[in-house]
């Protein structure tokens, strides 16, 4: 009844993204399972040191190329095999100056959060495992062992959960050893799997101006790292880490969701791309409509559950976070704006088009955080993520419209 009423073939969607939902599932769960215990067995300081050492960690992990990721997933998909030895040459180079950034940000931190500033320097010899290593996940992606690289989620989520979960349960009064678990058992995971995935590499072919690419790449990739993390710095060098606990929490079911809609939207890519943009701005204008209707529903739905979710989950101490958790839910639309035209920008090969909007919108949100947290504080910051989302969709849009009307006007063609 969906295929025929919304025009998309829901049956494709079901089965191709059954593996990719089953990953993000345990994913998903493993990471709340964790922020959990957290928010039940500690308190909003550990909750907030949990989160500041997660996105400072997420930041310097950028020097280790995460960004060529997406370069390397072409590269090994059309058997250049070998491009994966170059890329992991230079993170590794790369990966040894974050390690260095970690030492030198935890002895900066130390005075003034001193579990904060003990975590990131233990953690500091772990990084290049817990980063370079990390692309096991990229091969078994263009290999297209989905079933496999799922199970590796699944394995590595259990032993998360379970090994952070007992280190939570026996240090309530700060984060040091269960940071330093998280890491070590991750870095554990990465090496296990890295050597299993290395026997699918069959021939030693690099492809060419890989590196220009991937550096192209690792710019966008700069300012969707600063936009996931910079909030949290912001709100914690001005607040503390208190509002920043409470944020998190606000964060996490809008954040969820768009795991979600990433997903099934990154399933549907191939026949994005096998139809072309011109269809799919016909469908879009044909069915824009019933696509508002749905997320309206959706929006509704999200706002009347989350205060039921947020206090069940989390606790009576994180009921603050219910009202910033609602509007933070304005996100998931432009989200989903973002996430489809972004992916017509690259099929029509505007990988620089691409890049230059994420360089604009990255600018808009990082002025936004500056200005409005310091004003508004934890609602600032939701407010800055909006903007973020709605400057990000609203270019990619018309983006995609300008292309198309341009090269329908070489055709001599109209939509």
């Given at each position: 009844m969906l295929n025929k009423w919304l025009g998309v073939d829901t049956n494709f969607l079901i089965k191709s993204s059954f593996w990719l939902n089953l990953e993000k599932a345990a994913r998903m769960v493993s990471e709340l399972g964790i922020i959990v215990m957290l928010t039940r067995l500690t308190d909003l300081k550990v909750v907030g040191q949990y989160e500041l050492l997660l996105s400072i960690y997420s930041l310097v992990a950028v020097l280790a190329i995460t960004g060529f990721n997406s370069s390397l997933l072409?590269?090994?998909?059309?058997?250049?095999?070998?491009?994966?030895?170059?890329?992991?040459?230079?993170?590794?180079?790369?990966?040894?100056?974050?390690?260095?950034a970690l030492v030198l940000g935890g002895w900066w931190s130390y005075e003034t959060y001193p579990a904060v500033g003990l975590s990131l320097i233990a953690a500091a010899p772990i990084f290049p495992w817990y980063t370079v290593l990390r692309r096991w996940d990229v091969v078994l992606q263009a290999k297209e062992r989905f079933a496999e690289r799922s199970?590796?989620?699944?394995?590595?989520?259990?032993?998360?959960?379970?090994?952070?979960?007992?280190?939570?349960?026996?240090?309530?009064?700060?984060?040091?050893?269960?940071?330093?678990?998280?890491?070590?058992?991750?870095?554990?995971?990465?090496?296990?799997?890295?050597?299993?995935?290395?026997?699918?590499?069959?021939?030693?072919?690099?492809?060419?101006?890989?590196?220009?690419s991937g550096y192209k790449l690792f710019i966008s990739e700069i300012f969707n790292v600063l936009y996931s993390r910079l909030d949290r710095l912001i709100l914690v060098g001005w607040l503390g880490l208190e509002a920043l606990a409470i944020y998190a929490i606000a964060t996490k079911i809008g954040e969820g969701v768009k795991l979600v809609i990433g997903g099934v939207i990154s399933t549907y890519v191939?026949?994005?791309?096998?139809?072309?943009?011109?269809?799919?701005?016909?469908?879009?204008?044909?069915?824009?409509?019933?696509?508002?209707?749905?997320?309206?529903?959706?929006?509704?739905?999200?706002?009347?559950?989350?205060?039921?979710?947020?206090?069940?989950?989390?606790?009576?101490?994180?009921?603050?976070?219910?009202?910033?958790?609602?509007?933070?839910?304005?996100?998931?639309?432009?989200?989903?704006?973002?996430?489809?035209?972004?992916?017509?920008?690259?099929?029509?090969?505007?990988?620089?088009?691409?890049?230059?909007?994420?360089?604009i919108a990255g600018v808009a949100n990082i002025i936004a955080y500056i200005i409005l947290i310091p004003k508004w504080g934890i609602s600032g910051a939701v407010a800055g993520s909006i903007v973020y989302y709605v400057v990000l969709g609203g270019l990619y849009f018309g983006s995609v419209n300008w292309v198309l009307r341009k090269n329908l006007v070489k055709q001599g063609l109209k939509i």
């Open positions: 072409r590269a090994l998909s059309t058997g250049y095999d070998g491009t994966l030895r170059e890329v992991m040459r230079l993170s590794w180079r790369w990966s040894v100056v974050g390690a260095g199970a590796y989620y699944g394995i590595s989520s259990v032993g998360l959960l379970m090994s952070v979960g007992a280190a939570i349960w026996w240090n309530r009064d700060n984060v040091v050893v269960p940071f330093i678990v998280l890491v070590a058992v991750q870095a554990m995971f990465n090496i296990i799997f890295f050597r299993r995935v290395s026997r699918l590499l069959v021939n030693d072919l690099v492809e060419e101006n890989w590196m220009k191939p026949r994005l791309y096998k139809n072309g943009t011109l269809v799919v701005i016909r469908w879009y204008r044909a069915q824009g409509w019933k696509i508002v209707a749905i997320v309206v529903g959706g929006l509704s739905v999200g706002w009347l559950v989350t205060p039921i979710m947020i206090v069940s989950l989390f606790g009576e101490q994180y009921r603050e976070s219910v009202v910033f958790a609602q509007w933070y839910l304005l996100v998931i639309p432009f989200h989903l704006l973002a996430s489809i035209w972004s992916y017509l920008l690259i099929k029509d090969r505007r990988e620089g088009l691409f890049v230059g909007i994420g360089a």
